[in-house]
T-cell receptor
Framework: NAGVMQNPRHLVRRRGQEARLRCSPM?????VYWYRQLPEEGLKFMVY????????ESGMPKERFSAEFPKEGPSILRIQQVVRGDSAAYFC?????????????FGDGTRLSIL | AQSVTQLDSHVSVSEGTPVLLRCNYS??????LFWYVQHPNKGLQLLLK??????LVKGINGFEAEFKKSETSFHLTKPSAHMSDAAEYFC????????????FGRGTQLTVWP
C-alpha cells in the first residue's frame, strides 16, 4: 500500500546547515502540497507543486526555502542555512487532482530539529 | 478569505460518552470541509469530508459531522467515545479560491478517560 512517503522521519541539523526533506506522493497523484506544523499550532500551507511546476508558493518564507517536484523522483523541500525557528514538523500531502473538494493524503511527516 | 476556528483546544470525555468537537469556518465561496485526526508522531488521517452533497456526513470510526451553512459550523460528533479516539483533531476548509490549499484550525486535543 503505497501511501505518501516522507523521509527522513527525523532530521537533526546545526544552525547554518542545509536540510533536505523528501516526499513521494501516492501512486497516481501528481499534485503535492507541503505544510509546516510549529509547536502548539495547526498546520500552515507552504507550497503547492505539480510535476515540474510550482503552482502556489504563497506560504513559503521569502528566503532560504525552496521546493521542487521534478519529472522523475520525489518532491524536495530545501531549507538553506537553517535557524532555530525552522524546528517544526513538515508534512507533505498529495492528491490526484488540484480540486478543492478532493481530500489530500498526508505522509507521516519529517520532524526537523535545529541544534 | 478562508479561516477556521476550533472553539475548544482541549476536550475530555469518559469512555462510552458522546464526543462533540466544535468548528466554525469562514469562506468566500462554497467551501469543502474536512476533519482530520492526528495521532502522536503520525501524519493526518482523513475522518470525513463535506463537499456540497448531504449536510450530514458520516466518516470512519463512527464519527459524523453536520454542515450548517446558516451557522457556518461543521461540528464533529461521535455517540460513544473509545480510548483509541484520543488524538488531536483538525477542522479544515478549502474552496475554489484557495486552489486546493487547505486552511487548518489550531486543533482540538481529545482526551478519553477510562
Amino acid at each position: 500500500n503505497a501511501g505518501v512517503m516522507q523521509n527522513p522521519r527525523h532530521l537533526v541539523r546545526r544552525r547554518g546547515q542545509e536540510a533536505r526533506l523528501r516526499c513521494s506522493p501516492m501512486k497516481g497523484h501528481s499534485h503535492v502540497y507541503w505544510y509546516r506544523q510549529l509547536p502548539e499550532e495547526g498546520l500552515k500551507f507552504m507550497v503547492y507543486l505539480q510535476k515540474e511546476n510550482i503552482i502556489d508558493e504563497s506560504g513559503m518564507p521569502k528566503e532560504r526555502f525552496s521546493a521542487e517536484f521534478p519529472k522523475e523522483g520525489p518532491s524536495i523541500l530545501r531549507i538553506q542555512q537553517v535557524v532555530r525557528g525552522d524546528s517544526a514538523a513538515y508534512f507533505c500531502a498529495s492528491s490526484p487532482t488540484g480540486d478543492s473538494n478532493q481530500p489530500q493524503h498526508f505522509g507521516d511527516g519529517t520532524r526537523l530539529s535545529i541544534l | 478569505a478562508q479561516s477556521v476556528t476550533q472553539l475548544d483546544s482541549h476536550v475530555s470525555v469518559s469512555e462510552g460518552t458522546p464526543v462533540l468537537l466544535r468548528c466554525n469556518y469562514s469562506s468566500s465561496y462554497s467551501p469543502s470541509l474536512f476533519w482530520y485526526v492526528q495521532h502522536p508522531n503520525k501524519g493526518l488521517q482523513l475522518l470525513l469530508k463535506y463537499t456540497s452533497a448531504a449536510t450530514l456526513v458520516k466518516g470512519i470510526n463512527g464519527f459524523e459531522a453536520e454542515f450548517k451553512k446558516s451557522e457556518t459550523s461543521f461540528h464533529l460528533t461521535k455517540p460513544s467515545a473509545h480510548m483509541s479516539d484520543a488524538a488531536e483533531y483538525f477542522c479544515v476548509v478549502s474552496d475554489l479560491e484557495t486552489l486546493g490549499r487547505l486552511y487548518f484550525g489550531r486543533g482540538t486535543q481529545l482526551t478519553v478517560w477510562p
